[in-house]
């Protein structure tokens, strides 16, 4: 994240960008002193801005600028300064845009024109009609900025403190609001969901797929029937059809490049059985920290906590699924363990047969009365779910922030009731020594897949394999101790119809999480190393 200051000459970029790197600790970096060092580097002569205008014309002088503008834009945590005609280049302020929050400082031409004139006229504004030429300036550069403006500042009166004061506290109010809405998630790729399991609908809108991809309402369909209720007996008897209705994106079967937008009618919602518990926190749920933390509720389910909200997700990552699979990248996910009972064989083929979807025919059987016991006693189970990515290349990932097992690990965290992820051998590679612990390589291959398909937080090339815990279904139909929302006592049944064993229905839902994230890294990595896009057939994916 990085805040970019633009504006016209005059409008006090640097006295108040300034006194915000006093106040945040964040390091200044103006573009206009970025072109001067390239031009220096290049020519080995310092020349100011100005100076490299009129010396070596305007074509020369806007090639620095883009090249400004591409190193400034790959700053995180600085304060970048730029004028106003950086930003008119789309190239160069979509650089600059990016994880950015940006701050435009702006007032009148007549305000601005006698600061601008005691601060240096560039050369094109300097003649007898140059307050006309910057007062057009002004107002074109204002139609065309304005709109990529996060905070707003008017600079015609205060000191530069009280204005950086100003800027700091609208800084504030937007950082937190992002971080609030935290219901994006991707780079490239990115995933929006919406809706609340007791509201008229769900929905989810999916950006930044490329157009021309082959993808229908029966692809998507097949996945959401895939997680939804009412499936089988050991499952929650909410009767969903989950029917998806694509509204935006595709066209005659084909992603037209528009954003992919998909919403979900509930149909099934019996908000009355939560009457009972309209003051009550359902212990393991997220009714307490929800309403700790927006210091009010909405009783009637879970709402973006309840497991409804991830069909949305599930209805985009098919989309994603299809891509992949179509490049020859499987993702398939199984239970290997329920209420205790663990898988011991692995057939692939039976996964989908059973309700548990469990790779071991025979523990399928005994997971499946495992949860029909639990929901006999009013109680509920958990177990393990195993992912395997089959099919990645090598060199998927990025190193430190971004490492491959750690953005895996954190999309499966997202999805409510997860407790842990385990990558490769997990926990049981701590107790081996390294000579047994590695993965030694031969004939060009890994002999073995110990680290689970992924070093140093980029794809080996071997198959990447986690697993996920999922913890029991928190709302159980026996009497539990609890608290209302006025710090009193009680005690709390939770009606309603829930799973006995979320794993099930989590599984497309892991499966989903990792193919959004398997995509959008590949997309990631299309725009750094051209030819992984031109392995799908994208062309033309060099233009980061
Ligand atoms: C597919 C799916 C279905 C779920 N169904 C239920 C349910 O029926 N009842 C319930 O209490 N929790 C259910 N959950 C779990 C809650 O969403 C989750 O426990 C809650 O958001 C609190 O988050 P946490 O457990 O991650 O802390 C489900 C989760 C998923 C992924």
Not at 165 to 178: D, K, R, S, Y
Not at 287 to 308: A, E, L, N, V
Not at 371 to 392: H, N
Request: proline share 5%; hydrophobic share 40%.
């Amino acid at each position: 994240m990085k805040i970019v200051i633009m504006g016209p000459k005059g409008a006090g970029k640097s006295s108040i960008g300034a006194v915000l790197s006093r106040m945040t600790g964040l390091q200044t970096l103006e573009t206009d002193r970025l072109i001067e060092q390239l031009h220096e580097t290049r020519d080995g002569h310092y020349l100011s801005c100005r100076e490299i205008f009129v010396e070596h014309g305007e074509e020369y002088f806007r090639a620095l600028e883009r090249d400004a503008a591409a190193q400034a834009g790959a700053k995180d945590w600085h304060l970048i300064i730029t004028g106003g005609s950086i930003m008119l280049n789309p190239d160069s302020r979509r650089k600059l845009r990016e994880n950015s929050l940006i701050v435009y400082l702006v007032a009148p031409a007549q305000v601005l024109w006698p600061r601008a004139t005691a601060e240096g006229l560039p050369p094109w504004l300097i003649g007898p009609d140059g307050p006309q030429r910057f007062e057009k300036q002004v107002v074109y550069r204002d139609e065309v900025l304005r709109p990529f403006a996060d905070v707003i500042v008017d600079t015609t009166e205060g000191t530069p403190e009280e204005l950086a004061e100003q800027v700091g506290a609208l800084i504030n109010e937007e950082l937190a609001i992002l971080s609030r809405a935290a219901n994006t998630f991707g780079e490239i790729i990115r995933v929006t969901t919406f809706g609340e399991s007791h509201g008229p609908a769900i929905g989810a809108v999916l950006d930044g797929v490329r157009p021309g991809l082959d993808i229908s309402e029966d692809i998507i369909q097949r996945e959401l029937d895939r997680r939804r209720p009412g499936q089988s007996k050991i499952v929650t008897r909410r009767k969903e059809s989950d029917r998806v209705h694509l509204v935006s994106g595709v066209f005659e079967g084909k992603t037209t490049g528009a954003p992919v937008a998909m919403i979900i009618y509930n149909e099934d919602q019996k908000s009355s059985a939560y009457e009972d518990i309209r003051d009550l926190f359902r212990p393991g749920h997220a009714d307490f920290t929800f309403y700790q933390k927006y210091g009010m509720r909405d009783h009637r389910g879970g709402g973006r906590s309840s497991g409804r909200e991830t069909a949305c997700r599930v209805a985009c990552g098919a989309v994603a699924r299809e891509l992949l699979a179509k490049n020859g990248v499987r993702i398939v996910a199984h239970a290997i363990e329920i209420g205790g009972i663990k898988a011991s064989a692995c057939d692939y083929d039976v996964i989908e047969t059973n309700p548990v979807r469990c790779a071991d025919p025979e523990a399928a059987k005994a997971m499946e009365e495992a949860i029909l016991a639990a929901r006999k006693d009013c109680d509920s189970v958990g177990g393990v779910v195993q992912l395997e990515i089959l099919g990645v290349p090598a060199g998927l990932g990025d190193p430190v922030f971004g490492k491959l097992d750690a953005r895996l690990a954190s999309a499966l965290l997202t999805i409510g009731a997860t407790t842990g992820v385990e990558i490769g051998m997990g926990f049981e590679q701590t107790r081996l020594r390294g000579s047994q612990s590695n993965d030694a390589m031969a004939d060009g291959m890994f002999l073995t897949n110990h680290c689970g398909g992924i070093l140093g937080g980029i794809s080996t090339g071997q198959p990447i394999v986690m697993r996920v815990g999922v913890k029991p279904t928190s709302s159980i139909a026996k009497e539990q101790r609890t608290i209302d929302i006025f710090g009193q006592n009680q005690t709390i049944v939770v009606k309603g119809r829930h799973d006995p064993c979320i794993v099930p229905r989590a599984i497309p839902v892991i499966e989903t999480m990792a193919a959004l994230t398997i995509l959008d890294m590949w997309e990631v990595q299309a725009r750094l190393r051209p030819e992984w896009g031109e392995r799908w057939g994208f062309p033309g994916t060099n233009e980061s």
